[in-house]
C-alpha cells in the first residue's frame, strides 16, 4: 500500500513565523505535490516535485517555497506565515507514467493567528 | 467556465439506492479520470481511475468515461450510510504531471 505521510496534523502558528510542512512517501516515487484545501476553492497546487531537487510553480506559489533533498522527502515552507494561509494543506505523491494514480497524506490543518 | 465542473450537491439517495455522481472537463486532451472520496476533516482517498471510454466496474463502484461528450460520472450501488462523503472529480492531462480537481459532490445516504 501506498503510504504517504504528513509531519503534523494540526498546527497553529504566528503571523510572520516560518513555517515548515514536511512529507513523506515510501513508495519511491518520483513526483510529488503541495496542494491547499479551502471551502468553496478545492484543491489548489501549489509546487510540485518530478525529482529530487527539481521542482515546479503550480498556481498559486506566492508565499510558498519547498525543498527536495532526497526522494522521499518533499518540504513546504512558508516564509512568513500570514493569516490568509490558514488551510487544510495535503501532499500527494503519484505512482510511475503509464497509472498516474495521486495519492495524498493525511493533511496538515494549519492555523495562523 | 471552469476546468473541472461538478454539482456541489447535496445529494441525497435513501440506502440501498444507486446515487449517481456526474463531472465535465473543459480540456478535450484530458487523459486520466479520478474518483476521490473526502469526509470531513479528512484527506482525499482514490477510489476509482479510468483511462478509456466505457465503464470500470470495482465492487459497488462504477466508473464511466465519454470522451466526446467530455463527461465522466461515478456510480455507486447498494449506498451505504457510510459513503456519506464529498466526491471529487480529478483529470490529468497526457504528458503533464497538473491533476485539476472539481469542488467535489457532496454525497448524503440516508438511514
Known amino acids: 500500500d501506498v503510504k504517504v505521510t504528513q509531519s503534523s496534523r494540526y498546527l497553529v502558528k504566528r503571523t510572520g513565523e516560518k513555517v515548515f510542512l514536511e512529507c513523506v512517501q515510501d513508495?519511491?516515487?518520483?513526483?510529488m505535490f503541495w496542494y491547499r484545501q479551502d471551502p468553496g476553492l478545492g484543491l489548489r497546487l501549489i509546487y510540485f516535485?518530478?525529482?529530487?531537487?527539481?521542482?515546479e510553480k503550480g498556481d498559486i506559489p506566492e508565499g510558498y517555497s519547498v525543498s527536495r533533498e532526497k526522494k522521499e522527502r518533499f518540504s513546504l515552507i512558508l516564509e512568513s506565515a500570514s493569516t490568509n494561509q490558514t488551510s487544510m494543506y495535503l501532499c500527494?505523491?503519484?505512482?510511475?507514467?503509464?497509472?498516474?494514480?495521486?495519492?495524498f497524506g493525511p493533511g496538515t490543518r494549519l492555523t495562523v493567528t | 467556465q471552469k476546468e473541472v465542473e461538478q454539482n456541489s450537491g447535496p445529494l441525497s439517495v435513501p440506502e440501498g439506492a444507486i446515487a449517481s455522481l456526474n463531472c465535465t472537463y473543459s480540456?478535450?486532451?484530458?487523459?486520466?479520470f479520478f474518483w476521490y472520496r473526502q469526509y470531513s476533516g479528512k484527506s482525499p482517498e482514490l477510489i476509482m481511475f479510468?483511462?478509456?471510454?466505457g465503464d470500470k466496474e470495482d465492487g459497488r463502484f462504477t466508473a464511466q468515461l465519454n470522451k466526446a461528450s467530455q463527461y465522466v460520472s461515478l456510480l455507486i450501488r447498494d449506498s451505504q450510510p457510510s459513503d456519506s462523503a464529498t466526491y471529487l472529480c480529478?483529470?490529468?492531462?497526457?504528458?503533464?504531471?497538473?491533476?485539476?480537481f472539481g469542488t467535489g459532490t457532496r454525497l448524503k445516504v440516508l438511514a
Open positions: 500527494a505523491s503519484t505512482t510511475p507514467p503509464g497509472s498516474y494514480e495521486q495519492y
Open positions: 513508495m519511491d516515487h518520483e513526483n
Open positions: 516535485s518530478y525529482d529530487v531537487k527539481m521542482k
Open positions: 480540456d478535450r486532451g484530458s487523459q486520466s
Open positions: 479510468i483511462y478509456s471510454n
Open positions: 480529478a483529470v490529468n492531462r497526457a504528458g503533464t504531471y497538473k491533476y485539476i
